[in-house]
Antibody, heavy 122, light 110 residues
Framework: QVQLVQSAGEVKKPGASVKVSCKAF????????ITWVRQAPGQGLEWMAW????????KFAHKFQDRVSMTTETSTRTVYMELRSLRSDDTAVYYC???????????????WGQGTLVTVSS | QSVLTQPPSVSAAPGQRVTIPCSGI????????VAWYQKLPGTAPKLLIF???KRPSGIPDRFSGSKSGTSATLGITGLQTGDEADYYC???????????FGGGTKLTVL
């Protein structure tokens, strides 16, 4: 069955970078991409970025396009999301999700990872 | 400030029906499908509705979705205490070329 398993939580200092992984099971990576969504404490869901695990195409929310990068390691079916220049307001639970995109349009995730808490604190 | 607009909270009694609206504009809801999620504290979002009005397998037919113009609605009938959660609408925004969510609606089953 479809499953996404994320890496464990991390504590980082302001200005540092964090890399979160998402390992995919149970479906064809050529058909769906991986999206990253975060939820800060007491806040709502925030869509960050998407990567095609087929050809590496990416889409970004404007506020993240300069600080987020994503890579796919096809051999291990793992997607990595790196967020740079961390600030205290980046403290959040980061979720990966399986998302189908058709050309310029995406349909939002159907399956989700368990979430990774990233805490940014000096 | 979220791109899509949802009421912060709704409430209803057990067994009753509740609707949660989600408002957008032409570049998002007006021209793209809507998804609805249930979010419980400490757990990942759970897809309830996809492509505006379709239920994934395993989601009871108490949950329904509809879309008209630039607005979408999630309906829940036969409310149960276990339905108490935050509910989010989401869609693609063709102008932003990014996904967008509503601010979430907290459902209280009185």
């Amino acid at each position: 069955q479809v499953q996404l398993v994320q890496s464990a939580g991390e504590v980082k200092k302001p200005g540092a970078s964090v890399k979160v992984s998402c390992k995919a099971f149970g479906y064809n990576l050529n058909t769906y991409g991986i999206t990253w969504v975060r939820q800060a404490p007491g806040q709502g869901l925030e869509w960050m970025a998407w990567i095609s695990t087929y050809n590496g195409d990416t889409k970004f929310a404007h506020k993240f396009q300069d600080r987020v990068s994503m890579t796919t390691e096809t051999s291990t079916r793992t997607v990595y999301m790196e967020l740079r220049s961390l600030r205290s307001d980046d403290t959040a639970v980061y979720y990966c999700g399986r998302e189908f995109c058709d050309g310029d349009r995406c349909y939002l995730p159907d399956y989700w990872g368990q979430g990774t808490l990233v805490t940014v604190s000096s | 400030q979220s791109v899509l607009t949802q009421p912060p909270s709704v409430s209803a009694a057990p067994g009753q029906r509740v609707t949660i609206p989600c408002s957008g504009i032409s570049s998002n809801i007006g021209n793209n499908h809507v998804a609805w999620y249930q979010k419980l504290p400490g757990t990942a979002p759970k897809l309830l509705i996809f492509e505006s009005d379709k239920r994934p397998s395993g989601i009871p037919d108490r949950f329904s979705g509809s879309k008209s113009g630039t607005s979408a609605t999630l309906g829940i009938t036969g409310l149960q205490t276990g339905d108490e959660a935050d509910y989010y609408c989401g869609t693609w925004d063709s102008s932003l070329s990014a996904g967008v969510f509503g601010g979430g609606t907290k459902l209280t089953v009185l």
